[in-house]
């Protein structure tokens, strides 16, 4: 069983780390990473949010020795990137997506066959297993085919399949997609126990509540270049004020025009009949701007009031919600 290395520096480091994609019959290649810079610490849970084509995907593949990089440098559990992917591949956990498992097979099957591929003799596997399948409450479910498990269960287990070897970073891509509350809920749950137990976690997701409330620091990709990083906290200062929405049926325009020119609106967009304002004081500004609104012969058909949120972040830095995309 190879051993996990350990590093006194940050678990996960890139410099200038860029991947392009060579096309056939095209005139430009596709530059999907463009020079990411990432600092991940020991024991954390950082989340990775992008919009669909961002780079997020890319870049975590890359990490996870899935796809070379086309340059730049990264370190992960103290091994290089580029000069010891073996290494690499020995220090850290990966559950793609999809996950990869046999519907014929049984949950304990599954996990003794993962901790034999990673070098363990089988009573060690074994052992291992019964460990894995405790903390992830899964014991009494062990020796059924995948075929009957929830995607609840499906899904712990494919975790329990990227910590069998007990690695030193865990990459979970889009953990909690298509699972109900309660089972998102308990997911979460084994994320946080991952992370107090000493795991470094590099989640992808695009629930913006997820990221709010599992990543102690967060970085947001577009077009292949990191825009925004930091503390949830941190990053929600930057929008400064309150936000207002206004449901404005089709006179997007209009309203805009009313409302841009207020000393107490910092800035202003709107598209699809939803104008989006950050003001100073969103208590006193509603009521302005109803009577703005009044006197222009304008009329909101909804109207929200709310603290700046991830979305807003996203937004800002993208120029588009994260709500929207959710094939991100």
Request: a negative charge; hydrophobic letters at 35%; glycine letters at 12%.
């Amino acid at each position: 069983m190879a051993t996990p290395g350990t590093t006194s520096g940050p678990m996960i480091e890139t410099r200038d780390l860029r991947r392009t994609f060579k096309t056939r019959g095209k005139t430009a290649d596709i530059e999907a990473v463009r020079g990411v810079d990432l600092v991940v610490g020991a024991g954390e849970i950082f989340g990775f949010l992008g919009p669909n084509g961002a780079g997020k995907t890319t870049t975590l593949r890359m990490l996870a020795t899935l796809l070379p990089p086309t340059s730049g440098e990264a370190t992960v559990a103290g091994a290089d990137l580029r000069r010891q992917p073996q290494q690499v591949r020995e220090r850290i956990g990966y559950v793609p997506q999809g996950g990869s498992t046999d519907p014929a097979e049984t949950g304990r099957g599954e996990l003794v066959l993962q901790g034999r591929l990673y070098g363990m003799d089988t009573s060690t596997a074994e052992r291992r297993a019964r460990e894995v399948l405790a903390s992830l409450e899964l014991e009494d479910a062990a020796d059924r085919k995948l075929a009957t498990y929830s995607g609840g269960m499906k899904r712990r287990l494919d975790v329990g399949l990227g910590i069998v070897h007990r690695p030193s970073v865990l990459f979970l891509d889009e953990p909690t997609t298509g699972l109900d509350p309660q089972a998102r809920a308990r997911m979460w749950d084994e994320i946080r126990r991952l992370r107090d137990g000493g795991t470094t976690v590099f989640l992808t997701t695009h629930y913006l509540d997820e990221a709010d409330a599992l990543a102690d620091r967060l970085a947001i990709i577009d077009h292949g270049r990191i825009v925004a990083d930091g503390t949830a906290e941190e990053l929600k200062r930057q929008v400064a004020g309150d936000v207002v929405t206004l449901g404005v049926n089709g006179a997007t325009e209009s309203v805009l025009e009313t409302v841009r020119s207020q000393p107490f609106v910092r800035e202003a967009s709107g598209e699809d009949g939803v104008v989006r304002l950050y003001v100073d004081r969103g208590e006193t500004a509603v009521p302005q701007l109803l009577r703005l609104l009044d006197g222009a012969g304008l009329e909101a058909a909804s109207i929200a009031l709310h603290r700046p949120s991830l979305d807003d972040v996203f937004l800002r830095q993208t120029g588009r919600s994260l709500r929207d995309d959710p094939a991100a």
